[in-house]
């Protein structure tokens, strides 16, 4: 027999019995005299414990095998079953080898076998099985930036990512092969992606709006400032994307990440670093047909890892079918807004300033390197600048007019 974790002596397990057996009896003794409260502050144990007792006529009896501090033994099946899944997950090329994987695994290849616990199955792969040795990023390592993490989580219950994969070269075609990801991020985790010819905003909305239909629709998108989604032809400077007013007319808040900072996108661009990984780097891709069933792979993958979507989330929510040669805002839409993650840097012309739609916007020297959260009220004409001083409240450090243009 395997024994997973410490185990205690004959002594001390027979002692934690009689100690537990002594208080028993004295909640019989003392509930003539004192409540339930006082009993438990007395004897120092839980309330739960006195009320379970309080009216038992057998207090003598303990027949407890596990004592708390002993955890139960584990066979040498149990753990080779889990070396051997783990070991077939790897060799299959799984997108996800893990413990939750090989649990999940586990389930299925044994319907009538009681799952062992994760640390178990952690422990014994950690032991026992090859290491995906991989470089991990430091979490929090901007926290001194004040990047405003906390606040952008509040802005809304559902929140989605979404990014263009560089055109990438594949030995079989003459031409760069582009991918769109995008990824549900709270309140839960669905990354999904799809081949495309160009990286244009019409096909990430044509992608997104047929994906909205069988999954909820986002209140906030974020993504980075790809002119795809930020301008367009010839509008430039104060102008607003056909593809940012569409996503205004279904009643989703776009969010823009900071200039050169992938990892304000970090979900989507983790997706696109599994995908890289586990499909582009290792496989052998014959033509586009292959790399479609990949990425079909892919996609199964992690909704094989959706579980469930949280029972607050409505997917019955009302959708708005968007009208593509719409060229304008809505006129009943309720203070349209747009978010803009930025960090406070040095002009060539020495003015400290961040830029929205390709304009500077002059911030106190102060805030120099820092991040901060603009607001844009698009109705309102006008454009707010906050600063996460501590997580989840912000400081309004500027305000100024701000009037865009808009297809």
């Known amino acids: ?89 790897v060799k299959n090329n799984a997108f996800f080898y893990g413990p939750d994987a090989v649990l999940q695994e586990y389930k299925e290849s044994f319907p009538n076998l009681s799952l062992p616990p994760r640390s178990f199955v952690a422990e014994t792969v950690s032991k026992n099985c090859k290491a995906d040795r991989r470089t ?40 760069l092969v582009h991918i769109f990801f995008w990824v549900y991020t709270q309140p839960f985790k669905l990354p999904q992606a799809l081949r495309i010819n160009v990286p244009r905003g019409q096909d990430a909305l044509n992608i997104l709006v047929e994906d909205w239909k069988r999954l909820p629709m986002p209140d906030i998108l974020k993504m980075d400032n790809d002119v795809a989604f930020t301008v367009g032809g010839r509008y430039h400077e104060f102008s607003m994307s056909k593809f940012i007013c569409t996503i205004l007319n279904l009643g989703v808040t776009p969010l823009f990440t900071a200039y050169n900072k992938p990892w304000n996108n970090g979900c989507v661009e983790g997706a696109n670093s599994v995908f890289v990984r586990k499909i582009i780097k290792k496989i052998y891709i014959e033509n586009l047909n292959h790399l479609d069933r990949q990425i079909k792979r892919f996609n ?21 079918a968007p009208i593509i040669k719409e060229t304008k805002l809505r006129p009943d839409l309720k203070d349209p807004t747009v978010y803009f993650i930025r960090q406070v840097l040095e002009e060539e012309d020495s003015q400290i300033a961040i830029r929205v739609f390709k304009v500077p916007i002059k911030i106190d020297e102060q805030y120099l390197k820092q991040f901060v959260l603009a607001k844009l009220n698009v109705y309102q004409k006008r454009l707010a600048v906050f600063y996460e001083k501590t997580p989840g409240k912000l400081k309004m450090i500027k305000s100024i007019s701000f009037s865009v243009k808009y297809h």
């Open 300 to 320: 199964k993958a992690y909704l094989r890892r959706l579980q469930e979507i949280p029972r607050r989330i409505t997917l019955s929510r009302e959708f708005i």
């Open 1 to 89: 027999m395997l024994v997973y974790g410490r185990d205690m002596t004959t002594s001390t397990l027979q002692t934690n019995k009689s100690i537990v057996i002594l208080k028993r009896r004295k909640v019989k003794e003392l509930k003539a005299h004192l409540n339930k409260t006082q009993i438990a502050k007395r004897l120092a144990v839980a309330p739960a414990f006195i009320r379970k007792w309080w009216d038992r006529e057998d207090v003598e009896t303990d027949n407890r095998r596990w004592v708390k501090g002993r955890l139960r033994k584990r066979t040498e099946k149990e753990k080779n079953r889990i070396i051997k899944i783990r070991e077939r997950l």
């Open 136 to 175: 991990k990023r430091i979490a929090g390592g901007s926290r001194y930036l004040h990047y405003p993490q906390a606040s952008i989580e509040k802005l809304g219950n559902i929140i989605q990512e979404i990014d263009f994969a560089g055109g990438r070269a594949l030995k079989t075609e003459r031409d």
